[in-house]
């Protein structure tokens, strides 16, 4: 398992592709994932393309990219006119040829912001299948191009919506984890790990802590080793689905609400069990008790400090943490064990 970083986590810093690959050997990476093709070449060119990936093979830096969004309920949103399925899936195609250019096998790629969910004028049960039927009509040139498309635990679906939409899309679909976000849509962190190990090509790693507010719940991203989350546990199922898997950190600034004793907003989460959501509770618990005896922050006075001043301590904080965690589970997977209990 690589570590290299999502260049989300960097975007402040407007560097072109070719900078960030000399970022990434400056600060011990070992790869770096773009949002799409055209960060790395705006007008997709395939030669451009592939010489990339040779500079960044020279370098001995992984390179995996992502696709627009393929809802088309967003995206109409977002261009301020309607755009139908197959036109979406054809905008789409491009980029998966650009993905294959590249030498990437999958593309990131996530359904909605934390917004789409509630959002009253397109249900969300709908903006999911308007999501599948792009993507189904976009099938053809997945599989001509070898590509699949790697679906985001991004804020907005569940775990059991992934799942089922990744099943309702079939082989060219697989599933990006995201660590922190999980947190977000109320899931067991550990748990959701184990169901979609499976299917996880592709990650985005980020600790998380919450807090309490009056109405429910803060959360705020953290450099990993850094929140709640028991990442050797959650790594763990990923290590031995996919030995091979890349581990690509993002992390950001900002706190986002979860107003989990509003009713109406529990209501967006039919399928929530008590179960998941007391493990969110106690994590948030768990964080309160770090508070208070000093171990951890409070959300308001990271916030308080620029991203531009702490972005390079998390990186760096994170690849610290997570390169003895990955040589713990590669020893675990040899001998048989587990990763519970490790700090």
């Not at 393309?49 to 830096?61: E, H, S, T």
């Not at 934390?114 to 299948?129: E, N, S, Y």
């Not at 919506?161 to 990744?166: D, G, K, N, S």
């Amino acid at each position: 398992m690589r570590i290299g970083l999502d260049v989300y986590t960097i975007d402040h810093r407007r560097l072109s592709a070719p900078a960030a690959l000399d970022f990434a050997r400056e600060h011990s990476l070992d790869g770096l994932q773009f949002l799409d093709p055209t960060a790395i070449d705006a007008e997709l060119r395939p030669a451009s393309l592939a010489d990339f990936r040779r500079r960044a093979d020279a370098m001995g830096l992984y390179v995996e990219v992502g696709l627009s969004c393929p809802n088309p309920v967003r995206q109409s949103r977002l261009a301020g006119r309607s755009i139908g399925v197959r036109d979406h899936a054809s905008a789409l195609a491009r980029q998966v040829r650009a993905v294959s250019a590249l030498g990437c096998r999958h593309a990131r790629a996530y359904v909605g912001d934390r917004h789409d969910r509630f959002r009253a004028d397109t249900l969300w049960k709908d903006q999911i299948a308007a999501t599948a039927a792009v993507i189904q009509a976009l099938t053809p040139t997945l599989r001509e191009q070898g590509v699949r498309i790697a679906l985001e635990t991004h804020a907005d679906l569940t775990v059991s919506e992934l799942l089922e939409l990744v099943d309702r899309i079939g082989d060219v679909a697989a599933v990006t984890l995201d660590t922190g976000n999980l947190l977000m849509r109320l899931e067991d962190p550990v748990e959701a790990a184990e169901r979609l190990a499976p299917w996880v090509v592709c990650t985005h790693l980020k600790d998380a802590v919450l807090a309490f507010t009056p109405r429910g719940l803060c959360w705020q991203a953290r450099p990993i080793g850094g929140g709640a989350l028991p990442f050797p546990d959650i790594l763990a199922p990923l290590a031995k689905a996919r030995p091979e898997l890349n581990l690509s950190i993002e992390m950001h600034p900002r706190t986002y609400d979860l107003p989990i004793f509003d009713r109406s907003w529990l209501a967006h989460f039919p399928d929530l069990r008590p179960a998941s959501l007391a493990a969110v509770v106690a994590i948030a618990w768990e964080c309160e008790t770090g508070y208070q005896q000093g171990k951890l922050a409070r959300p308001e006075a990271v916030e308080a400090i620029p991203w531009a001043d702490r972005e390079l301590d998390w990186i760096a904080r994170s690849v610290g943490y997570l390169r003895p965690v990955v040589r713990l589970l590669e020893r675990l997977n040899q001998t048989g064990g587990r990763a519970g209990g490790y700090s």
